[in-house]
């Protein structure tokens, strides 16, 4: 397969996860609106996040570090080599492994639930600590659910098949909004513990179909000596840490957030979820589809085609979300009151959510180039690097937060902005070691493509701004009509600006959207599923 072909599948499968992300994304505003709609921003609701962010951690730390540093390299690199007989047997060893793991895991967590809440909330206490108690042992199986949804789609990817995978969020997240809308009211916020339990089994059960269809090879073994599951192992434990930090920061977030004024968990839940928009639609997407592209030509020795892949899926990154970061912080309360304010969520509880919004939409594209990276680094197989430069990460995050909450009165804004701030630091640290790793990775070009993109972005979100304020002031931002109009306007106003910046100042990625735009028309047929 030529560099041309290469791009041109990965511009494929990029477009139908975006797609398909998109879609889930904005599931999910509809889940997090029917948590303010149904039961505002109280204590209940920090309760619920808090419970939520335990299925969030372990699918990140058992799936985003075992699945992408271990099983996908692994696996693909047998199947690059012809050798799919041998890339199930060690598949299965591991898979099997992992259903025993997890299993255990399951258990132990509804059975420990009141030694692990303080990991979550340390100063939670009284019946609101009974509730997340409660909440944990709820939806500790969908932990179990999705990490083998999360294997599934590591399968799936693996054969470049991204439809399925593409489609199981979407299911996740149905479930959860008709346990809001079907079950909150009668039986409160359980209900949408329990749609997160049905949501996880759905998308498990979605994946595994996928799966059968290609698991003729499966075993019923565990062969902890295959050289295949020796390498694994090597690669998994560090990248455990090493991918998960992003997880790692919110729950350390999370945690001092509990000893703040009440709903300050949602308000940084409700935001965090709005900066995951771009993040997942552009970076998560595109990171995903080239994933395995630069697992395979690291397997063939193709290394200056992998440093271009990474390259160019860096750069078409930052292109794409320094405008949708500095849209989020011109446009913060606009969106918010658009898309949570509603029944029992308030001005009071849009202000709270915007700040929140204002400072995580700084770590945005820094975020973006990270899930590249990471990428990159585990498609080389080094795990230790992204670990290393992971618990600095943590350690940074942790020192941020304690001094903004300590020596300024941002309150859980300042929490946001540690965020952001280390997200910088990772992106960073990681460049630079990946230049020294592979050498010269094009840091020019790079460069010139970021000024570029960060220049049209800061006069789009002028304009922007510009256009949300006389638009407020000449409308009712009471209505849902009003707010849409407002934030509508802006957002195409932003469009038009960023569009005609970049192409004055003959922006290179706006070629390459195109061409790989053509070449994905062309060959709509083939390819990704």
């Known amino acids: 397969m030529t560099e041309r072909q290469g791009q041109a599948r990965v511009a494929r499968a990029a477009g139908l996860l975006m797609a398909a992300i998109l879609a889930s994304r904005i599931l999910g505003f509809i889940r997090e609106r029917a948590v303010g709609d149904i039961f505002g921003r109280t204590q209940v609701t920090d309760a619920f996040f808090a419970a939520f962010a335990v299925p969030d951690l372990m699918y990140y730390l058992l799936v985003g570090g075992a699945l992408s540093a271990a099983f996908i390299p692994v696996f693909t690199e047998y199947l690059a080599r012809g050798e799919e007989e041998e890339a199930w047997r060690v598949a299965s060893s591991f898979l099997n492994l992992v259903v025993l793991l997890l299993l255990g895991f399951t258990v132990l967590g509804i059975l420990f639930a009141p030694l692990l809440a303080p990991l979550v909330a340390y100063k939670f206490a009284g019946e609101q600590l009974r509730l997340l108690v409660y909440l944990m042992r709820i939806m500790f199986p969908a932990v179990f659910f999705t990490a083998l ?22 299911v996740y997240n149905i479930f959860i909004i008709l346990g809001a809308y079907l079950l909150g009211p009668r039986i409160g916020i359980v209900g949408m513990a329990l749609g997160v339990v049905a949501g996880a089994w759905s998308n498990f059960a979605l994946q595994w179909l996928g799966v059968w269809r290609r698991a003729g090879r499966y075993r019923w073994q565990i062969d902890l000596r295959h050289p295949g599951m020796q390498k694994m192992f090597r690669l998994m434990l560090p990248s455990i840490v090493g991918l998960s930090v992003v997880q790692i920061n919110l729950l350390v977030n999370q945690n001092l957030a509990s000893g703040l004024a009440e709903g300050s968990i949602t308000a940084l839940r ?16 595109i990171s995903t589809a080239i994933f395995p592209t630069l697992t395979r030509q690291v397997a063939r020795g193709e290394k200056e085609n992998f440093t ?9 990154t930052l292109f794409i979300t320094i405008p949708s970061s500095l849209g989020l912080l011109a446009l913060a309360e606009p969106i918010v009151r658009l898309l949570y304010q509603t029944g029992q969520f308030g001005p009071e509880d849009t202000r709270a959510t915007a700040v929140a919004l204002m400072y995580f939409a700084l770590g945005l594209f820094p975020q973006s180039g990270v899930q590249i990276l990471t990428r990159a680094f585990y498609s080389l197989q080094d795990t230790l690097t992204p670990l290393r430069v992971g618990a600095a990460t943590v350690a940074l995050n942790i020192a941020l937060n304690l001094f903004f909450l300590h020596v300024t009165r941002l309150g859980h804004g300042g929490l946001a902005l540690a965020f952001s701030l280390t997200s910088f630091f990772n992106l960073a640290a990681l460049l630079f070691l990946l230049r020294r790793k592979l050498g010269p990775l094009g840091g020019r070009r790079l460069a010139a493509s970021t000024a570029r993109s960060l220049g049209a972005s800061l006069v789009m979100a002028l304009i922007s701004s510009l256009v949300a304020r006389e638009v407020g002031l000449r409308v009712d931002l009471a209505s849902g009509a009003g707010r849409l109009l407002q934030v509508g306007l802006a957002i195409v106003a932003g469009v038009v600006v960023y569009a005609a910046g970049v192409l004055l100042l003959r922006s290179e990625e706006v070629k390459e959207l195109w061409r790989l735009g053509l ?6 047929g083939g390819g990704a599923e």
């Open 149 to 170: 949804a999360g294997l599934g789609m590591g399968v799936l990817n693996s054969y470049q098949h991204f439809t399925l995978p593409a489609l199981g969020p979407i």
């Open 270 to 285: 409700l935001a965090n979820r709005l900066m995951q928009l771009p993040l997942g639609v552009f970076a998560m997407a």
């Open 519 to 524: 070449q994905s028309r062309k060959k709509r």
């Open 308 to 316: 271009a892949t990474a390259l160019a899926g860096l750069r078409l």
